[in-house]
């Protein structure tokens, strides 16, 4: 377990460094922030006190190595729109992109696990039919589309819930939350359920698949031959065994809830990372979107990490550092 452990700790450090060297450099080939910051009427004079100010002056080589420096000691400097500390921006953002991403987590789980059982145990049936047949418009129709759709439908039509905002919050922990309240949750219900679809439909096909693969083993037609029937036998049997290939999709698909919310948080007017993202961009905001990438690569270093930790768990013939079957 240690050894496994430090051999995947070497390679997430390599990971991490190896992704801020491609992003420094990356984002400061793009524009000139400076050029977005200072006042059109400004002269030469103004301009490089603005430059030096950032710290843009120097060369591109010592502003690398200033920010490997700092980044190693968890400082990833001053938004340039915001005048604050990196994280501080961030991490003011962060609960309402990790409440959004968990919201459409749990839609897609809800939803797509139940569907999945049902379409692999009876592929035959009408219903599973029809569930796989509608699946796979998750795949098919783009976020940005059914997200106005869901507006336009549920919103202005029908008026049920709001379109945009995320509604009273409550403090918790020293973290504002929207789910604490129901104008909070009926805020959240769109943009959440927008952004699960396309998990919905990766959950139900795959765990369908899985389903039909399980259920014809000979260890289910052995719990079969002892009586075991129903639940017992969905859950314990078909639906266990089920769950580790799952786990893999599920573990790196929330990864990507969390990392590629921006189209919905743009159309809801969500006030998370995402939409802090698409400002940064326009107002070439680098330490921003440096740190924002960063942290989006630790994420998913510590998921992958995580998921073969829980391979273990469901599967106790998978060994750490061994490749599950």
């Known amino acids: 377990m240690l050894e496994y452990l430090t051999r995947r700790l070497l390679t997430a450090l390599f990971v991490m460094t190896a992704m801020m060297v491609i992003v420094f450099f990356g984002t400061n080939m793009i524009g000139d922030p400076v050029a977005l910051l200072v006042d059109p009427s400004a002269n030469q004079a103004e301009i490089e006190a603005a430059r030096v100010s950032l710290g843009l002056d120097q060369p591109i080589w010592f502003q690398f190595w200033a920010f490997l420096t700092n980044a190693f000691q968890g400082d990833f400097g001053k938004s340039f729109v915001f005048n604050r500390p990196v994280f501080d921006v961030i991490l003011e953002r962060l609960p309402a992109t990790l409440e959004l991403a968990a919201a459409a987590a749990l839609i897609a789980l809800l939803v797509g696990l139940p569907a999945g059982l049902y379409a692999g145990l009876y592929p035959d049936r009408i219903g599973a039919k029809v569930i796989m047949g509608v699946s796979i418009f998750g795949f098919s129709l783009p976020s940005f589309w059914v997200g106005i759709v869901?507006?336009?439908?549920?919103s202005v039509t029908f008026g049920w819930f709001p379109a945009t905002g995320r509604g009273d919050t409550v403090e918790l922990f020293g973290i504002r939350w929207s789910i604490l309240t129901w104008d909070g949750i009926s805020h959240l219900f769109l943009p959440a359920l927008n952004l699960s679809l396309t998990k919905m439909a990766i959950v139900t096909r795959?765990?369908?698949?899985?389903?039909?693969?399980?259920?014809?083993?000979?260890?289910?037609?052995?719990?079969?031959?002892?009586?075991?029937?129903?639940?017992?036998?969905?859950?314990?049997?078909?639906?266990?065994?089920?769950?580790?290939?799952?786990?893999?999709?599920?573990?790196?698909?929330?990864?990507?809830?969390?990392a590629y919310s921006v189209v919905t948080e743009t159309i809801f007017a969500w006030p998370?990372?995402?939409?802090?993202?698409?400002?940064?961009?326009?107002?070439?905001?680098r330490p921003v979107l440096v740190a924002y990438l960063v942290m989006v690569t630790l994420m998913f270093v510590l998921i992958n990490l995580i998921?073969?930790?829980?391979?273990?768990a469901l599967d106790p013939r998978i060994k750490l550092g061994s490749t599950p079957d």
Request: hydrophobic share 55%; glycine share 10%; aromatic share 6%.
């Open 150 to 154: 869901l507006i336009l439908l549920f």
């Open 272 to 285: 998370g990372v995402g939409r802090l993202v698409i400002t940064s961009i326009f107002s070439l905001d």
């Open 206 to 258: 795959l765990v369908a698949a899985g389903t039909q693969e399980v259920r014809s083993q000979d260890f289910v037609r052995f719990a079969r031959a002892k009586g075991v029937r129903g639940a017992r036998l969905t859950l314990k049997h078909i639906g266990r065994n089920v769950m580790v290939p799952v786990i893999t999709v599920i573990g790196i698909e929330i990864g990507h809830l969390i």
């Open 307 to 312: 998921v073969d930790l829980l391979y273990v």
